[in-house]
């Protein structure tokens, strides 16, 4: 971004945490009229500087344009891009309607927590919102529906190794995701939402993932997993990471707990995501109403031998 006071000024920097508005014009006249609107607003021109408005901009020769998704004559006087909290890009406008952008901007901002909190002790876990929208939650939630057996805990079996019902551990109904369209649309959300988060928040480049489970704990048999560590036996170790994707509420009980860091609950909303450590003492408490739908899988990376 320019410079202020000489010093340049990161746009994640500045607009981080707000839904933002990307105003994308041909002069700086273009966008008279914009001073007032109540969201930051960033504009990138093709010609001139923006002196004289409110809000920052840029001169572009089209690269920036194009990031955007578009080019100069694909959009009208005014196109605009509309960013979420996170920066990322939730809608493009070839020409931008001030009403409509009002609307769709206090309609992200109404998503944001409001209640202002002091955290004086807390897991380290990463949670990331909107991983999935809420019409592929549904589907997913249907496919488990359709086909799902009890879920159950490694245990040695006249010397082997096989998955056993344990209700004493853990009451579930597992599914397997073997559909090819609805793996890639999972991995190609985590990619796109949870991996660089990960990237940013632990510093770790994760390469792979586990199959996905999608799962459920009902009130109506006990559904829990009691206190364990996800990395303990030889077949789990290479887990770094365990990954949980809500796709419903509706439920009560049912939270993740992490008995080493307190009792706090932690519950992502619907098609959010936690992530944390497999190593972490974790349990998913006793759901005591309705049923409780989860994508799970586990991540690692290239420092992990085959």
């Not at 459920?216 to 036996?233: E, I, L, M, P, W």
Request: hydrophobic share 40%; net charge negative; charged share 20%.
């Amino acid at each position: 971004m320019p410079a202020q006071d000489g010093i340049p000024v990161s746009f994640y920097e500045r607009f981080c945490g707000r839904p933002t508005v990307v105003l994308i014009a041909h002069s700086p006249s273009d966008l008279a009229g914009w001073e007032m609107f109540p969201a930051p607003v960033f504009g990138i021109l093709s010609e001139g500087d923006g002196t004289g408005l409110p809000f920052p901009c840029l001169r572009d020769d089209g690269r920036l344009t194009q990031l955007y998704g578009g080019s100069r004559p694909s959009f009208g006087p005014v196109g605009a891009v509309v960013l979420d909290a996170t920066m990322r890009v939730v809608a493009r406008f070839p020409d931008a309607d001030m009403a409509h952008l009002r609307e769709l901007v206090m309609d992200l901002s109404a998503q944001m927590p409001t209640q202002e909190a002091t955290v004086t002790a807390a897991a380290p876990v990463l949670m990331v919102p909107q991983v999935l929208d809420p019409a592929f939650c549904q589907q997913l939630i249907a496919v488990h529906d359709a086909d799902h057996f009890e879920s159950g805990m490694m245990r040695l079996v006249a010397g082997q190794p096989q998955l056993v019902p344990d209700p004493t551990v853990k009451i579930r109904r597992d599914h397997r995701l073997e559909d090819p369209g609805l793996m890639a649309q999972l991995s190609d959300a985590l990619t796109r939402r949870v991996l660089p988060a990960i990237q940013a928040a632990f510093h770790y480049r994760v390469t792979r993932f586990e199959a996905f489970k999608i799962v459920s704990y009902d009130a109506k048999t006990g559904g829990y997993f009691r206190r364990h560590r996800d990395n303990t036996t030889p077949d789990a170790c290479h887990r770094r990471f365990a990954l949980s994707i809500n796709l419903n509420d509706g439920y009560a009980g049912g939270c993740l707990t992490f008995p080493e860091f307190g009792s706090t609950c932690y519950r992502p909303p619907t098609g959010g995501s936690i992530v944390f450590s497999g190593s972490l003492l974790h349990e998913a408490t006793d759901v005591t109403a309705g049923r409780r739908y989860v994508v799970l899988s586990f991540l690692w990376g290239d420092d992990v031998g085959s």
